[in-house]
């Protein structure tokens, strides 16, 4: 079935590189998301990558993608308190955008 | 404008309660979708509608009525829920007809505790 797995918790010092792993079973997903949540809020789309790409970058997000190892990872460089937050990963299996999120990942940033 | 606009932000009601929540979005986009999400754990599909027709009805309760009058505005009717039903509700929508491989776009969710 379909499933989506991420650590729950990761804490890093400001300023430092952070990088939250994903891992994922759909191998016929077209796309695949990085989702923020900070608390109280809604969802906000952070980058995308498309499943014939192995890299994406945008600015301090990077996105590695390794389709045999269906794993997906989200570096973000020089990290903020500001990134704190709650970060899902998601893959769109079929139809109708039917996003499959995984459990989230909580990011900590400490001074 | 690129927001997906949801109200009430915090609704809280009684079993015997009738109350709806309402979704807008003036990005032309052509899906629009409710989740729910319950405390620190990820957004579960409840329902899509493409082109104002619902598409996706994931096995959700009749408590949960959606209605999609027009191609911006999405509401979802509550009726007799139940404790377990408190949570988050987002509102997204996406551009195309939902067909897959879409970006959605979230609302900032209602927040919803059923006494």
């Known amino acids: 079935g379909e499933d989506v797995e991420q650590s729950l918790f990761l804490s890093v010092r400001e300023g430092d590189s952070s990088v939250i792993n994903c891992t994922y079973t759909?191998?016929?997903?077209?796309?695949l998301y990085w989702y923020k949540q900070e608390p109280g809020a809604g969802l906000q789309l952070l980058t995308y990558i498309f499943s014939n790409m192995d890299m994406k970058q945008d600015q301090r997000l990077t996105v590695l993608l390794h389709k045999k190892d269906k794993h997906l990872s989200l570096r973000i460089a020089d990290t903020q308190t500001g990134d704190s937050a709650i970060y899902f990963c998601?893959?769109?299996?079929?139809?109708?955008?039917?996003?499959?999120f995984g459990a989230g990942t909580r990011l900590a940033v400490h001074p | 404008d690129t927001e997906v606009t949801q109200t009430p932000k915090h609704l809280v009601m009684g079993m015997t309660n009738k109350k709806s929540l309402k979704c807008e979005q003036h990005m032309g986009h052509r899906a629009m979708y409710w989740y729910k999400q319950k405390a620190k754990k990820p957004p579960e599909l409840m329902f899509v509608?493409?082109?104002?027709?619902?598409?996706i009805n994931e096995s959700v309760p009749s408590r949960f009525s959606p209605e999609c009058p027009n191609s911006s505005l999405l509401n979802l009717h509550l009726h007799a829920l139940q404790p377990e039903d408190s949570a988050l509700y987002l509102c997204?929508?996406?551009?195309?007809?939902?067909?897959?491989?879409?970006?959605?776009?979230f609302g900032s969710g209602t927040q919803l505790s059923v006494l």
């Open positions: 509608y493409s082109y104002e027709k619902l598409s």
């Open positions: 759909d191998s016929s997903s077209t796309y």
């Open positions: 997204a929508s996406s551009q195309g007809g939902g067909q897959g491989g879409e970006k959605l776009f």
């Open positions: 998601a893959q769109g299996g079929g139809g109708y955008n039917k996003l499959i």
